[in-house]
């Protein structure tokens, strides 16, 4: 086999290391453009489980690494003069120099031929004459460009300017030191690579990074600037540079990762963001996983096969780990007066990947304190603190979330309702909530929706409301109020989702003439004044009975593309009058209907807003608009806001992943002070009580778990060892309340010492 790598960073010399060593028959090359001690960028970080992987199958290399590391486990947060330090961490790094003098020193005793100062042919002309061609030539790929219609590559430019510099000491720990200037907020991130030295990122808002002139400074200029601005962080020390520059960060994915015999590794396949220490691991990584598809399948088209199929789950996941933590720096501004100890916590767990239980076993009196702060009483996890919103006391933070369940008949609730809602009461939750439920049978998404638009239907949710008051006394239950709009008059969601009805449609109305799926679902009726009116005056009337049915809590919907949301949203309301245009005149009517909801509603119980705060399509709501739309229904009177976000357009992109709408909840919370119901992917217990203490949300939403385990709040007190009040089973499940037994794991262990 002739192998070609393009690219000598540490993923192309590891991968023709490996793949030298386990044949020594092949015939690998290397090309690097750069002299064999260029290097851009200062200090590595490695994981144990990348180094566990680099052991496991090159020992030399790894002890040669293993040699240089320098280790710490602290990390240390410095932000408006308090310094606080979260251990148990544990890193390792070392140079980039050494890194890649270590790896030449593999290649090249193992037989790998090494071309410096010297650009690789095309890969194509490559590809030619080899078996195997690694494209590992970086974030600015040739080879990925070259090949752009095969490997569909996306490259997503970021807000922050930031520019890797070097200190000559080594920091006692990772240290992230937080400057607000008078240009802004900047930011530091460094961390020690051998006993005197360390690498240090400053990094800022592009908006920031201009105001303070950075773009009209010279590399030199540059580095005495940050030198000063972060002089304390640095202990007066001066800052060195080798071939800075100021860059803003670039998030690179393929669509495919191999093209005939070529295939794509690093940062040419893929970048995750600087803030996590992610970019030359995953590149090792790729490098192990690529060398044992080669040897492990029978071919090459299997191989790469194999190995994009290996590695694609991972990278993925470490690039929405990236993005979080990217985000977070980028809205670092939005967090500052969070007190200390919360503001580190929230610091230390922006990527999700750190987490509440983790930080309890690395740094338990770090987290311990923080829990304190918040008002954990002594052995309660924060999950299962009270939260009042006006004159209702939550007795913990879980919420059932509203799921549309399609099973009512004519808009009544019957026993399906009954069964579904007081189970999630009877498991723990300190509020459920109720599916959407229509104010109209125009305003209906489907045949099975539930409905509060006459005397019959209030009085069956009496039933469920009364059900829920007597057998689980201090659960909440509430009610999620709203209009389909013109999502509506559609199948049920297992028959075919957002698909007309086969007969019996209804005639739909939306703010603007505009179908949901062109061609598919009818266009709705553009809504004047009187019916308007009337729109206002059903929720109204529904608001009523909602009180006589005595629920605890009213939910207004304008999320989700329904009616409400369809005013909001600029891609779907696209009308010229009073209820149309500025973000101000697409509120007018939600707010018209908030207030007449909150005037029909009693006043001692609480009201809450659901919202989409982005539509994740271009021309849509965003995040700012999303905040000042939150602003607006809690200067009405909302006490907290609900933040959903999309489905409001068929042709959406959303960033799907693990608490992937809690950014969103989180820049409302900490803009505006309201409390706000975080939703979306939450679904474990350590990720509520990682958000709250974060403080990224007051309240956490969840659906699909509750789907899964209708005791899902009574299992998570089980599993973190919590009996208090927050979490009480009912006395008919008490004798359930321990984990049930399984089979005998305490087997004796074979005797080996007899056996010989």
């Known amino acids: 086999m002739r192998v070609a790598v393009i690219g000598g960073g540490p993923g192309g010399l590891y991968a023709a290391a490996l793949l030298k060593r386990i044949d020594p028959a092949r015939e690998i090359t290397v090309w690097e ?38 280790r710490w486990d602290d990390i240390d947060i410095a932000h408006r003069g308090n310094v606080l330090t979260s251990g148990g961490h544990g890193f390792a790094a070392l140079g980039r120099r050494r890194l890649l003098q270590i790896l030449h020193e593999r290649c090249e005793r193992l037989g790998v031929r090494l071309r410096f100062r010297t650009p690789a042919p095309p890969a194509a002309e490559l590809a030619a004459g080899h078996d195997l061609v690694i494209a590992a030539d970086g974030v600015h790929s040739r080879t990925r460009e070259a090949h752009a219609r095969v490997f569909r590559p996306r490259l ?194 922006r990527s999700r990947r750190v987490t509440h239980g983790n930080l309890r076993l690395r740094d338990p009196r770090f987290t311990g304190a923080v829990e304190r702060d918040f008002g954990c009483p002594p052995g309660t996890p924060p999950m299962f603190t009270p939260l009042r919103l006006r004159g209702l006391t939550l007795r913990n933070r879980v919420v059932v979330s509203p799921m549309d369940m399609y099973a009512a008949e004519d808009g009544v609730p019957g026993d399906f309702h009954l069964v579904h809602l007081g189970a999630r009461a009877l498991g723990g939750a300190g509020l459920v909530m109720t599916e959407m439920v229509c104010v109209s049978p125009e305003g209906r998404i489907t045949p099975g929706c539930a409905g509060l638009w006459t005397p019959g239907q209030a009085a069956a949710w009496r039933r469920v409301t009364d059900f829920v008051h007597q057998q689980s006394p201090g659960t909440a239950i509430g009610v999620q109020l709203g209009h389909s709009g013109r999502k509506g008059s559609t199948k049920r969601m297992w028959e075919g989702i957002d698909q007309p009805l086969d007969s019996g449609n209804w005639p739909l109305v939306a703010a603007s003439p505009l179908p949901y799926r062109p061609g598919v679902n009818q266009v709705p009726h553009e809504l004047h004044r009187a019916a308007l009116t009337d729109i206002r005056e059903q929720f109204a009337a529904a608001a009523r009975r909602a009180a006589r049915a005595d629920f605890d809590l009213l939910e207004l919907h304008c999320a989700h593309g329904y009616l409400l949301s369809g005013f909001l949203s600029p891609l779907t309301n696209r009308r010229t009058d009073a209820y149309g245009g500025s973000l101000a005149a697409r509120l007018r009517f939600p707010l018209e209907v908030f207030d007449a909801v909150r005037a029909a509603w009693p006043g001692e119980r609480p009201m809450t807003v659901r919202i989409s705060a982005t539509d994740w399509a271009p021309g849509g709501t965003t995040a700012e608009e999303a905040v000042e739309i939150a602003r607006a229904f809690a200067e009405h009177g909302a006490d907290a806001i609900d933040v959903s976000t999309g489905q409001v357009v068929p042709d959406e992109r959303p960033e799907y992943g693990r608490s992937y709408q809690t950014p969103y909840a989180d820049r409302i919370r900490n803009v505006l002070g309201v409390p706000v119901i975080a939703v979306g992917a939450i679904s474990s217990w350590d990720d509520v009580n990682s958000l709250l203490l974060a403080g990224r949300a007051d309240l956490c939403a969840l659906a699909r778990p509750h789907l899964y385990d209708p005791h899902w709040t009574l299992h998570a007190a089980a599993e973190q060892g919590y009996e208090g009040p927050a979490a009480p089973w009912p006395a008919p499940y008490r004798a359930g309340s321990r984990t049930p037994p399984t089979g005998r794991t305490d087997a004796p262990k074979p005797r080996l010492g007899l056996a010989r």
């Open 33 to 70: 453009r750069n002299a064999p001690d260029d290097t851009f960028g200062f200090g590595v970080v490695l994981s144990d489980e990348t180094l566990g992987g680099i052991e496991h199958a090159d020992p030399a290399v790894y002890a040669a690494l293993r040699r240089e590391f320098v």
């Open 156 to 349: 997503t430019t970021h807000r922050c300017r930031y520019i890797w510099l070097a200190a000559d000491f080594a920091f006692d720990a990772f240290r992230f030191e937080i400057a607000e200037t008078e240009h802004g907020v900047m930011q530091l991130h460094g961390y020690p690579y051998t006993a005197d030295a360390s690498t240090v990122i400053v990094e800022m808002r592009e908006e920031v990074w201009r105001a303070a002139g950075f773009d009209e400074l010279d590399e030199q200029e540059s580095t005495g600037r940050c030198a000063k601005i972060f002089s304390d962080a640095l202990r007066g020390r001066p800052l060195t540079s080798n071939a800075s520059a100021w860059t803003a960060f670039r998030t690179v994915t393929n669509e495919r990762w191999s093209h005939g015999n070529t295939v794509l590794l690093g940062d040419a396949a893929h970048t995750a963001h600087f803030s996590i220490g992610s970019g030359t691991k995953l590149a090792v990584e790729d490098a192990l996983a690529l060398a044992a598809c080669v040897e492990e399948q029978p071919g090459l088209p299997e191989a790469l096969a194999a190995y994009e199929a290996e590695r694609r789950p991972v990278v993925e996941s470490t690039q929405r780990a990236a993005a979080a933590s990217l985000r977070w720096f980028e809205d670092l501004a939005l967090h500052l007066d969070q007190p200390p100890r919360q503001f580190a916590f929230n610091l230390l767990t």
